[in-house]
């Protein structure tokens, strides 16, 4: 009887516990934590960027892919090309606010696709290079918020739960730094708790329009030795013209 009691009892903590939500004043503080981590980016209004990856996969000899990318972080407009290998170069993705479409330049033709898309062969999707204060509350809610360390580093642990489909995972960790708040490290799950995708930011450079994670490296946790290191180059942030966010733009460059 004290035995069934027990499980019972403990059964009880278990399921409170499961539905224990986090309070008003942490869920707000958290969704502040992540809005901070994109206001503290250099990317604002307009940019342009090189993103080089290096996709690994066991058994298989490193694969180099390059993208150029230009965005307009305050209006939801985004042109990704391929730069490298030759064989895909002018494979191209063009964002309009919700509407997202892939290129192929051999046949020319566009097709409707989504953030989730990855880029070429590797573990980087479009909605990792979108760059969106308001993403964090329209998709997410708050349902973890805790302080700890990483390393050297003092961490506020937050954790995100998809309240659309837009998100690429049902369930995302971040951890980031209390005195900078700077990500240093991504885990992403499916609906049933699975470790899906780790992401992790070793190194951020300053630029006078704020900081730029100059190498980020990304590892498919469902598939052990695979991952994708991605580093930025080529950062400008002049005024793009209109053009570039249009169909007729990656049309001409082929």
């Given at each position: 009887?004290?035995?069934?009691?027990?499980?019972?009892v403990?059964?009880?903590?278990?399921?409170?516990?499961a539905?224990?939500?986090v309070?008003h004043?942490?869920?707000?503080?958290g969704?502040?934590?992540?809005?901070?981590?994109?206001?503290?980016?250099a990317?604002?209004?307009?940019y342009?960027?090189t993103?080089?990856?290096?996709?690994?996969?066991?058994?298989?000899?490193?694969?180099?892919?390059q993208?150029?990318?230009?965005?307009?972080?305050d209006s939801?407009?985004?042109t990704v090309?391929?730069?490298?290998p030759?064989?895909?170069?002018?494979v191209?993705?063009?964002r309009n606010?919700?509407?997202?479409?892939?290129?192929?330049?051999?046949?020319?033709?566009?097709?409707?696709?989504?953030m989730?898309?990855?880029?070429?062969?590797?573990?980087?999707q479009?909605?990792?290079?979108?760059?969106?204060?308001?993403?964090?509350r329209?998709?997410?809610?708050?349902?973890?918020?805790?302080?700890g360390?990483?390393?050297?580093?003092?961490?506020?642990?937050?954790?995100?739960?998809?309240?659309?489909s837009?998100p690429?995972?049902?369930?995302?960790?971040?951890?980031?730094?209390?005195?900078?708040t700077?990500?240093?490290?991504?885990?992403?799950?499916?609906?049933?708790?699975?470790l899906?995708?780790?992401?992790?930011?070793?190194?951020w450079s300053?630029?006078?329009?704020?900081?730029?994670?100059?190498?980020?490296i990304?590892?498919?946790?469902?598939?052990?030795?695979?991952q994708?290191?991605?580093v930025?180059?080529?950062?400008?942030?002049?005024?793009?013209?209109?053009?570039?966010?249009?169909k007729?733009?990656?049309?001409?460059?082929?």
């Open positions: 009887m004290k035995k069934l009691l027990s499980i019972f403990a059964a009880a903590l278990f399921t409170a516990a539905f224990a939500q309070s004043e942490d869920s707000e503080k969704f502040k934590i992540m809005e901070d981590t994109e206001d503290i980016l990317y604002h209004g307009d342009s960027a993103i080089s990856f290096e996709v690994e996969k066991p058994g298989k000899p490193k694969e180099h892919i993208y150029k990318i230009f965005q307009r972080t939801k407009l985004m090309v391929q730069l490298f030759e064989a895909d170069k002018g191209g993705y063009l606010g919700d509407n997202i479409w892939s290129y192929d330049p051999i046949s020319r033709k566009f097709s409707h696709t989504s989730k898309e990855a880029l070429g062969d590797s573990d980087v479009l909605d990792d290079i979108d760059q969106n204060k308001k993403y964090w329209d998709n997410y809610e708050v349902v973890g918020f805790e302080e360390t990483l390393g050297k580093y003092p961490v506020y642990i937050i954790t995100l739960k998809a309240t659309t837009e690429s995972y049902a369930k995302s960790k971040y951890y980031i730094r209390k005195d900078i700077l990500i240093l490290k991504e885990e992403e799950f499916s609906g049933s708790d699975r899906m995708r780790t992401t992790l930011f070793p190194k300053k630029v006078p329009a704020g900081y730029v994670p100059t190498q980020i990304m590892r498919d946790e469902l598939n052990p030795g695979e994708t290191q991605q930025i180059s080529d950062l400008t942030f002049d005024a793009l013209p209109d053009k570039i966010f249009t007729a733009y990656l049309e001409g460059l082929n």
